[in-house]
C-alpha cells in the first residue's frame, strides 16, 4: 500500500475512489473482500492517505466498467485519469487497457 507524499492525504483521489465504489455498488468491506485486502486498506485509499497497488487498481477498473461506472464514452479517459492520480510507478499496460474496454457489452436488464 503506497502512502501520500510526506504524509499529505490526497483528498481528491480518496474521494474519487469512495464515489467509484459506491457507483460499483459495494461496501468498503465487500470491495476489500474481492480484492483481498482488508477493509482498512480500502478507507485509507478513500481518505487519500495511500493509494491502491497497480494489480488492486486495474481490479476496481475492471469492476467498474463491467458495472458501467463510467460516462459511456468516456471510460479510457477516467481509467487514465484514475491511474494517473494513483501516482503509481507502473506504467498503465495499454493491452489490459484494450482489452478491457473492447469487452462485449453486458445485455441490458430486463424491465
Do not use: C
Amino acid at each position: 500500500m503506497k502512502r501520500s507524499s510526506y504524509g499529505e492525504r490526497d483528498y481528491a483521489f480518496g474521494q474519487a475512489m469512495l464515489t467509484l465504489r459506491t457507483t460499483i455498488g459495494l461496501t468498503q468491506a465487500g470491495l476489500a473482500d474481492l480484492l483481498g485486502v482488508s477493509r482498512r486498506a480500502v478507507g485509507e485509499w478513500e481518505a487519500g492517505s495511500s493509494y491502491p497497488k497497480a494489480h488492486h487498481l486495474q481490479h476496481v477498473m475492471s469492476l467498474a466498467v463491467q458495472q458501467q461506472a463510467f460516462a459511456a464514452g468516456r471510460e479510457e479517459e477516467e481509467i487514465r485519469a484514475f491511474w494517473k492520480a494513483a501516482h503509481l510507478k507502473v506504467l498503465l499496460d495499454e493491452s489490459w487497457l484494450s482489452a478491457l474496454l473492447n469487452q462485449p457489452s453486458p445485455p441490458p436488464a430486463p424491465v
